[in-house]
């Protein structure tokens, strides 16, 4: 029972003969009663601050003692997680995993952009049309034949000694694109060009035209014996294809 209680529960017992005594001795009941709740209040305050704060001391770091400031930066120490090794030790295995992790990195870039590479690559069937090989002792003097290589025609012309004499005869330096004979064959009696009008990309017929070589029937361009353009809308001569002669009678065109 709460300490009020019990101090004023004798007051309810006093008879009605009993009451002004009663009434006398109230105010030191009262006063009792206020001590008691005053040293109950201090009790439970101290027991708050006993639980809540056990160490409640503080240290002040600018506190001076004897004219001089404490010093207040604490630098942490790191002895225990330094290594026992020398310092050029520790600097060789660094350099060793750097290197390690380096060349490691590199193999994956390198494997990377090959695969990338491989796939970017010609396939098996293109690879196959790179380069064709033709019999040159198929073709007779005098006569043209025509080939696919890389899906484009190719035209091939076994030239007589007439047609060779003709062709280094013209002046080439007058024409619309200046090339003479020996700059278009690598033998004189082989002439070896794509079969591709310089204009729109027609296919010309050969041994026509106003000079005795090829004629595209489409816009009306003439070339002559070495292919090159010498009338009509044509600006450029037939181009010449990569070729070579690995041995006598045949050719490997790319």
Known sequence: MPLHTK????????TRHQLP????????AVASLQQTRAASSVEAKT???ANEYPDASFDNPFHRSGGTARETTSIPS???????????SNRVFQYFMVGTFGALTAMGAKATVQDFLVNMAASADVLAQAKVEIDLSAIPEGKNV?????????????????EIEEAEKVNWQSL????????????PDWLI???????????PIGEAGDFGGWFCPCHGS????????????????????????????????G
């Open 47 to 49: 027991y708050k601050e």
């Open 146 to 162: 025509i080939i696919k290589w890389r899906g484009k025609p190719v035209f091939i012309r076994h030239r007589t000694s007439s």
């Open 176 to 187: 619309r694109d200046p090339q003479p004979d020996s700059d278009r064959v690598q033998k």
């Open 222 to 253: 003439h070339y002559d014996i070495s292919g090159r353009a010498r009338k009509g809308p044509a600006p450029l001569n037939l181009e010449i294809p990569a070729y070579s002669f690995p041995e006598d009678g045949k050719v490997v065109i």
């Open 7 to 14: 101090a004023a529960a004798p007051l309810l017992r006093w």
């Open 78 to 88: 790191f002895a225990k997680y330094r290594s026992n090794n020398s310092e050029t």
């Open 21 to 28: 005594t009663a009434a006398a001795r109230a105010p030191a």
């Open 193 to 203: 060009m794509l079969g591709v009008c310089t204009h729109l990309g027609c296919v």
